[in-house]
């Protein structure tokens, strides 16, 4: 897993970021006519007002999982670099990092992956509470030294589950 660990920071809010998403969503899509069903802006940068990596995620749903070699030759063609799963089980992890930094996330559309990030999404967006906790705990794991994917991701693993079952049950509760 060294290849997927990489510096990190953490940078202010910056409405950028949901246009940045956009325009990648548009090449996206048209390059993956027939394989995604949809692709959504999720984490920290498609949430306003929290504190993120100023690295833009992705989820790409797709009709089959795992992906087929059309789809990550596509991607490899604008790019991006596959990762393999990257240690979360039906989830394909790729990144690109320049011209601008993209991370893309290819799941089963509708799935349990799907559905957990649009949900956490939806919750961070509506809960000032859960911003606040959040971010807390990204400061707090930067401060700790966490200056590196992997040890970042690490220190604020727990408040994430936290933050996951909070959305899921109030998602389930809608």
């Not at 953490?10 to 325009?23: M, Y």
Request: proline content about 5%.
């Amino acid at each position: 897993m060294s290849e997927l660990d990489e510096p990190v920071h953490l940078s202010p809010p910056d409405p950028q970021w949901r246009e940045a998403a956009v325009a990648e969503k548009t090449r996206i899509c048209a390059s993956l006519t027939s394989e995604a069903i949809a692709v959504e802006h999720i984490g920290s940068t498609a949430v306003p007002g929290l504190l993120a990596k100023p690295i833009i995620d992705l989820m790409v749903g797709l009709e089959e999982y795992p992906p087929g070699r059309r789809v990550l030759r596509v991607l490899g063609e604008l790019g991006y670099e596959w990762l393999g799963e990257a240690g979360v089980s039906g989830r394909t992890y790729l990144r690109l990092r320049k011209p601008a930094a993209f991370n893309l996330h290819l799941v089963l559309h509708a799935g349990h992956h799907w559905n957990v990030n649009l949900a956490l999404r939806s919750y961070l967006a509506g809960s000032a509470s859960a911003r606040q906790r959040y971010t807390a705990a990204k400061e707090s794991a930067i401060a700790a030294g966490a200056h590196t994917l992997l040890a970042y991701s690490a220190g604020k693993a727990d408040i994430l589950q936290a933050l996951v079952h909070e959305a899921l049950r109030a998602n389930s509760d809608a």
